[in-house]
């Protein structure tokens, strides 16, 4: 498998014990300062409550553009955490860009938008970068809301979609 290839490959990224303690210890001190600073519902509320709502042809493309400021802020979030390039967020907004542009239904399905920002994210930092997240982190900043396996089936779907 795609996934297998790159968590395996320790040319591609450091997925030691020590490296993903690493990323694990930052993501967790990330998480406790957002919390700490930051008084106001968190993206997956957010994004929960816009799924909710009824979407008309009018404004989706307003809960789209909504939904994907919200994931550049957490993905440019999360790469000053880790310390990633910023290049880094561009190829996966890309990859998310191209995959929508397929799977246009996405516009309507806030929760598999996330998801699948989470997962081109996932995908552009095992490329891109020499620290590599594991799906289970990408669980844990998802607060539960996605399995590992989510992400990895996420992966697969985009890969397959965008032709990768």
């Not at 600073?37 to 993206?43: A, D, H, T, V």
């Not at 404004?59 to 880094?88: G, N």
């Not at 994210?121 to 996605?146: D, M, N, W």
Request: aromatic share 10%.
């Amino acid at each position: 498998m795609i996934m297998s290839h790159f968590t395996n490959n320790k040319n591609n990224c450091d997925c030691s014990s020590n490296a993903t303690a690493d990323v694990v210890t930052t993501l967790r001190g990330f998480r406790r300062r957002q919390n700490q600073y930051y008084n106001r519902p968190s993206m997956f509320q957010f994004l929960q409550e816009q799924q909710e709502q009824e979407h008309t042809a009018d404004t989706t493309e307003l809960y789209w553009e909504s939904w994907r400021r919200q994931m550049l802020a957490w993905q440019f979030s999360l790469a000053k955490a880790c310390d990633f390039h910023t290049d880094t967020i561009e190829v996966a907004m890309s990859v998310v860009d191209r995959f929508v542009a397929v799977q246009q239904q996405l516009l309507h399905q806030a929760t598999r938008y996330q998801l699948a920002c989470m997962a081109s994210f996932y995908i552009a930092v095992k490329v891109h970068q020499s620290q590599c997240l594991t799906p289970e982190q990408i669980q844990t900043l998802s607060a539960g809301r996605f399995k590992a396996s989510d992400i990895e089936t996420m992966e697969i779907e985009i890969l397959q979609t965008i032709q990768w």
